[in-house]
């Protein structure tokens, strides 16, 4: 399994956009990347899944470049309850058990 | 609600005691995977089913054991317990093959030890 390398913690105010980069330099041809996000006390919760360039949903945006070695999450205009730990995970396109890093702690300031 | 239902959600135990903890997946999935978190350690992959069968195993100690019965429910078993083990133990589904459709995790359930 590809290893992943994230922020251990961020800080970001309300309304402001953020981003979240993780880097994969050993990522396969089969990897998918995903992201989760997790708040105290709770499972974590499926964000958003891409192979390559760009993929965006009601929740996140992710951006993945050409040679798929890093990707960054993008969070539009968070608010305090964006407050929680996001994982990125790299997994190859079969089913396979899901290995969690530390994550980044994102920390939302009114 | 994400419709992976664990049960019970908090439980308190003894020492050297045994305890089985239950997982219905999603309607639909045939993957159940279990996790472990505790402050410490993050979250760790337990033991992966699926449609009844063990496909993968993580730091699973030996005295705990899973099984997926054939309605696909899953129960974790955790015995001889230790202070150690208190930690919150997550239930994940997803639907077959193919990491494509994520997993859906349940709302876990926290094992306290004393």
């Known amino acids: 399994l590809a290893k992943t390398t994230q922020p251990i913690s961020m800080d970001s105010y309300e309304g402001q956009e953020v981003n979240i980069t993780c880097s994969h330099n050993n990522i396969a041809t089969n990897d998918y990347i995903t992201w989760y996000q997790q708040f105290p006390s709770q499972g974590p919760r499926f964000i958003i899944q891409?192979?390559?360039t760009k993929v965006t949903n009601e929740v996140a945006s992710l951006f993945i470049p050409a040679d798929r070695k890093s990707s960054t999450l993008s969070l539009p205009r968070v608010s305090l309850s964006d407050t929680a730990v996001y994982y990125c995970?790299?997994?190859?396109?079969?089913?396979?058990?899901?290995?969690f890093g530390k994550g980044t702690r994102l920390h939302i300031l009114p | 609600d994400s419709g992976v239902t664990q049960t019970p959600k908090h439980l308190i135990t003894a020492t050297g005691q045994r305890v089985t903890l239950r997982c219905s997946p999603r309607s639909g999935d045939l993957s159940v995977y279990w996790y472990q978190q505790s402050l410490d350690q993050g979250l760790q992959f337990l033991i992966q089913?699926?449609?009844?069968?063990?496909?993968a195993k993580g730091n699973i100690l030996e005295r705990f054991s899973a099984q997926q019965f054939p309605d696909l429910h899953s129960e974790l078993n955790l015995s001889s317990l230790e202070l150690g083990d208190s930690a919150l133990y997550f239930c994940a589904s997803s639907a077959r093959e193919g990491q494509n459709y994520g997993y859906t995790f349940g709302s876990g359930t926290r094992l306290t030890v004393v």
């Open positions: 891409g192979y390559k």
């Open positions: 089913y699926y449609n009844g069968e063990e496909r």
């Open positions: 995970l790299v997994v190859p396109n079969r089913d396979d058990k899901i290995i």
